[in-house]
């Protein structure tokens, strides 16, 4: 198995034959999606979801009903490669066995409506990796890689530290971290480490194009 960090929310994992990418938005190069078989998108919002992105590729994408609808509305050309999947659900990307993880997006602000969101678990023969997208929301079962979201206009630091420590995987990597500076991150990655480190899981950010 390969994981490779790409901007913000994307990450792109390498496995079995496989090319499987998640969430690649406005923030992430177009350059993730080159080569892949299969895209996983959590929800709607243009930093985990960009039309161009996907038109880069030929790739089966994979995503919940709210999202197919804005592929609908916004991208037309791409519908017949988009398969619709709901929470609790199970599904081959490829080689790759995922579960359907989820239903709805991390409260934002309680005056706002709640979008859908979906995380994905992926199976990598003994390795899993958890997305939970943009939720706070756990697979219910042992997880050794989660990508961990850090800093979000939905979300506390503490919040997120707690939402790994409750997942308890060995390995955090950190996810959605466009919305900090580099200033920022230094002290969210300072709390990640600190907590996460004390309760014996790894804590790493990692660098665009960087592997795990």
């Known amino acids: 198995m390969r994981l490779t960090k790409f901007g913000h929310s994307c990450v792109r994992v390498e496995h079995d034959g496989t090319v499987l990418v998640l969430d690649p938005g406005v923030f992430t190069d177009g350059d993730a999606v080159d080569g892949a078989d299969v895209v996983l998108i959590t929800h709607e919002h243009p930093d985990h979801f960009h039309p161009d ?19 609908r509305e916004q991208a037309p050309d791409l519908g017949e490669r988009v398969t619709v999947v709901g929470p609790g659900q199970d599904f081959d990307a490829g080689t790759i066995p995922v579960t359907a993880v989820g ?23 003994d390795v899993t990796v958890f997305h939970p997208g943009d939720a706070l929301t756990g697979p219910g079962r042992p997880v050794d890689v989660l990508l961990a979201p850090v800093c979000a206009p939905w979300m506390k630091a503490s919040e997120g530290i707690d939402f790994a420590r409750s997942v308890r995987a060995p390995r955090n990597v950190a996810i959605h971290d466009r919305v900090y500076s580099d200033a920022g991150l230094g002290i969210v990655d300072g709390h990640f480490a600190r907590f996460l480190g004390a309760a014996g899981q790894e804590y790493v950010r990692l660098a665009d194009g960087t592997d795990l």
């Open 103 to 125: 239903e709805l997006h991390a409260v934002i602000h309680p005056e706002l409506p709640r979008f859908d969101n979906s995380g994905y678990l992926l199976a990598l023969d």
């Open 53 to 71: 992105h996907l038109r880069r590729t030929d790739a089966a994408i994979f995503t919940i009903a709210a999202v197919a609808a804005q592929v």
